[in-house]
């Protein structure tokens, strides 16, 4: 398929995991893409893998110095982007007793802040028939002991993808979401957990996954390409949940 051909992606957190991955397959589909992460060495390693019809930018959605500095930096590759997929996180855990004033600053700078003013940032070079997408969790769905802060801050990704999409609508430029359950990706390697710790967590979480495996980040990337796509041309202001069902089976 060529769906992407003469379209330019910027993706947030592309060096890895599902932003990566989406990356690979807009490429595939003869797209161009522009990446993001937080250091020159991961951004670098990720669009050697990517190929030449991938550019690189280090930016950090959680300090707004960078992220206010994007456009700027986006248009020395192109003064048009046509999907945005704002992807950039991970999660840190900690219960209501425990968490402090440091871990809902960090969490909510890069995931509430950051997807808010990329979305500022950017729309100035999005023309009608473009598409936002945002990278919420099925953790909006379900109360997890320790996930609060992380949870409440994807909830309020939610909750821009409807207001987002009300005042689109009339530029012509879509937004939807992507609600992923369990996926094979980085995530836990921000956490502060070791490799033992993480895999005892992957372990435990397992049994709970009606498909008893964790997503790889192309079923999300499939998803997401389709929201992107013109297949998806009616569709606004929703999320499309990539879980294996987790959310909604007990
Ligand atoms: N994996 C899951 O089970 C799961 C489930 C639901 C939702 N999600 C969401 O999916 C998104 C992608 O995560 P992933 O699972 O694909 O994890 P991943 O493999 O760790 O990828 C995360 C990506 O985001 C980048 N990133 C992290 N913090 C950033 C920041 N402050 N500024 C810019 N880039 C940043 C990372 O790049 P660098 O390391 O190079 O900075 C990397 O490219 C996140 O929003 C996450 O919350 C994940």
């Known amino acids: 398929m060529q769906r992407f051909k003469n379209k330019f992606a910027l993706i947030t957190g592309g060096t890895n995991g599902m932003g990566f991955a989406t990356a690979q397959q807009f490429i595939q589909e003869h797209g161009k893409v522009i990446?993001?992460?937080?250091?020159?060495?991961?951004?670098?390693?990720?669009?050697?893998?990517?190929?030449?019809?991938?550019?690189?930018?280090?930016?950090n959605a959680g300090n707004m110095t960078d992220v206010f500095t994007l456009q700027k930096q986006v248009k020395q590759y192109t003064e048009n982007i046509d999907f945005?997929?704002?992807?950039?996180?991970y999660g840190k855990f900690a219960s209501v007793v425990d968490a402090d004033e440091a871990h809902f600053d960090e969490l909510y700078n890069m995931l509430v802040k950051g997807t808010f003013f990329t979305v500022q940032q950017i729309l100035p070079l999005m023309k009608a028939g473009s598409a936002i997408i945002l990278n919420t969790s099925f953790v909006t769905e379900v109360g997890m002991a320790n996930f609060s802060v992380y949870s409440s801050a994807k909830s309020a990704v939610q909750s821009f993808i409807k207001t987002f999409a009300a005042e689109l609508a009339e530029k012509g430029i879509r937004v939807n979401g992507i609600s992923p359950g369990h996926i094979k990706t980085n995530i836990y390697n921000?956490?502060?957990?070791?490799?033992?710790?993480?895999?005892?967590?992957?372990?435990?979480?397992?049994?709970?996954?009606?498909?008893?495996?964790?997503?790889?980040?192309?079923?999300?990337?499939n998803a997401v390409l389709f929201l992107a796509s013109q297949e998806a041309s009616y569709i606004h202001g929703t999320e499309l949940t990539v879980d294996a069902g987790i959310s909604v089976i007990r």
């Open 190 to 221: 921000n956490t502060g957990l070791n490799t033992e710790q993480i895999d005892g967590a992957i372990q435990s979480i397992l049994p709970a996954i009606p498909f008893k495996r964790l997503g790889e980040p192309a079923e999300i990337a």
């Open 35 to 59: 990446i993001t992460g937080r250091s020159a060495e991961t951004v670098n390693k990720a669009i050697d893998r990517l190929g030449q019809n991938a550019f690189g930018i280090v930016s």
């Open 84 to 89: 945005l997929f704002v992807n950039a996180g």
